[in-house]
């Protein structure tokens, strides 16, 4: 078993800046692939940045150019930096990893909410 905790979330200012953190523990097996998901009401979940076991980063177009996707591997922790945060990024926001099984494992998401 693999498990997820997200932290960092919280109430933001347009433009303003967040660090999520996702610290990983259990059964991991190596380095993962991880990524942050978000959900807003209503909507499907999506990707927002992945990050291979390599660190090639990937990410949504909405979020390229503002958000950072890092890891700290002997942490077994990825970050999310996020910047000049728009009102459209109000959402829950999860991590996630494959395991070496191809399980897809999700934390429990940390709320991140902008004022405008």
């Known amino acids: 078993q693999v498990q997820l905790v997200e ?3 919280g109430l933001v ?4 800046s ?12 190596g380095i993962r ?3 942050w998901y978000r959900q807003a009401p209503g909507n ?3 990707l927002v ?6 660190g090639s980063t990937n990410y949504a177009d909405s979020v390229k150019g503002r958000f950072t996707i890092s890891r700290d591997n002997a ?3 990825v970050y999310l930096q996020m910047n000049s945060l728009k009102p459209e990024d109000t959402a829950v926001y999860y991590c996630n990893l494959v ?3 191809g399980i897809s494992y999700w934390g429990k998401g940390t709320l991140v909410t902008l004022s405008s």
Do not use: D, W
């Open 7 to 9: 932290s960092g979330g």
């Open 18 to 29: 967040l660090r999520l953190s996702c610290a990983a523990s259990g059964s991991i097996f």
């Open 44 to 46: 499907q979940r999506e």
């Open 99 to 101: 395991s070496a099984y």
């Open 13 to 16: 200012q347009a433009g303003g």
């Open 49 to 54: 940045a992945s990050i291979t076991s390599a």
């Open 33 to 35: 692939p991880m990524g």
């Open 75 to 77: 942490k077994n922790t």
